[in-house]
């Protein structure tokens, strides 16, 4: 089952991500309330953590039991190629002035799980280090859970998102946080046990959605939940960066996949999805694609905002690039080699 209007959200929430890590004298962080919902932008990580979580279960759900290898073939060969490529582009920016031993831990996937290490490099990075602990669980997780109905998941699932949600919001507010740039928070905010509940949580609302996905037109709810979203970032002072914002970004998930109205219709124009398709590409690469382009545009005289517009057009249509050449190309390949 594929759910094209969910695709272009993938899409808005890689932009949200882009612009929240270019320079803060951007035009954007001038303007009350807007300012805010960018400095928090990094959210839109925990928006793909959860859909990530939902969308394996809307691709496996029909499955009586999953193939590990196939599985984990099939995931590396969507993930890792441009994985790799953030990293080289990163490598190229730094003029090949690396360490062989973050180059370890970023290509196997261990950079978050070290304190300090985490933002080594390509430092999106961080998030797909993640993502490898989702995608090694998952098998284990539908094959004795999911595919079985054992409910006893349901409740595990919501014991470790609260648990998580309280713990995260003392931490940060105790005396062993020490702010950004820090151990603590790395590890508050990149360590893989901090996410795990955004995945499983992502989990179960696929699997409510796989028996409750009756379409009809949900426009409106979906607005709301939106600026409800934009408002909680703006004026409600809580840590969202490992789950919290779940509570609406399920719902919205949900929503938008069983909506049939316009805003169905636009998410689903084809230009529209097509970047939402590429929308990893933007992701994964946009930090080394914004250090190129400031060390080629430094040498003439212009505007940080001019050079936002230059660099948003560029990052789109170099990651359409990648995707169309690079990442479908590879991963098409290597699904097809055979796993003995």
């Not at 796989?210 to 709810?221: A, E, V």
């Not at 316009?262 to 999805?273: A, G, H, Q, Y």
Request: hydrophobic content about 50%.
């Amino acid at each position: 089952m594929k759910i094209t209007q969910i695709t272009f959200t993938r899409f808005l929430a890689a932009m949200a991500i882009v612009i929240s890590h270019f320079n803060k004298d951007l035009f954007l962080y001038k303007i009350n309330y807007i300012s805010t919902i960018f400095l928090k932008a990094n959210v839109g990580v925990s928006y793909f953590f959860i859909l990530s979580g939902f969308i394996m279960i809307v691709a496996y759900h029909q499955k009586d039991k999953i193939k590990y290898l196939d599985y984990y073939k099939n995931r590396f060969a969507r993930i890792y190629p441009l994985y790799v490529l953030g990293l080289l582009l990163y490598l190229v920016t730094r003029y090949l002035n690396f360490s062989v031993y973050d180059c370890f831990l970023y290509l196997f996937g261990l950079q978050s799980w070290l304190p300090g290490k985490a933002m080594i490099l390509n430092f999106p990075g961080w998030s797909i280090s993640v993502e490898f602990l989702f995608y090694l669980l998952f098998p284990v997780l539908y094959n004795y859970f999911y595919s079985k109905g054992n409910k006893s998941i349901w409740v595990v699932t919501i014991i470790i998102w609260i648990v998580t949600q309280v713990f995260s919001n003392l931490y940060e507010n105790s005396s062993y946080y020490k702010g950004p740039h820090t151990e603590s928070h790395e590890f508050l905010f990149y360590f893989p046990l901090m996410h795990i509940n955004e995945f499983l949580v992502g989990n179960l609302a696929g699997m409510f959605f796989i028996k409750n996905h009756k379409q009809q037109n949900y426009d409106i709810p979906v607005v709301i939940i939106f600026i409800l979203i934009l408002l909680l970032l703006i004026f409600v002072p809580l840590l969202y960066h490992n789950g919290l914002m779940g509570i609406l970004f399920i719902p919205l998930m949900i929503l938008i996949s069983r909506n049939n109205g316009v805003l169905t219709r636009i998410f689903s124009w084809k230009p529209l999805e097509y970047l939402g398709e590429a929308s990893y590409a933007v992701y994964i690469t946009h930090i080394p694609v914004l250090y190129i382009l400031r060390e080629i545009l430094k040498k003439y005289q212009i505007g940080i905002d001019t050079i936002f517009w230059i660099y948003i057009v560029v990052l789109i249509g170099i990651s359409m690039f990648f995707y169309q050449c690079i990442e479908k190309p590879l991963r098409n390949y290597l699904k097809k080699m055979k796993v003995r």
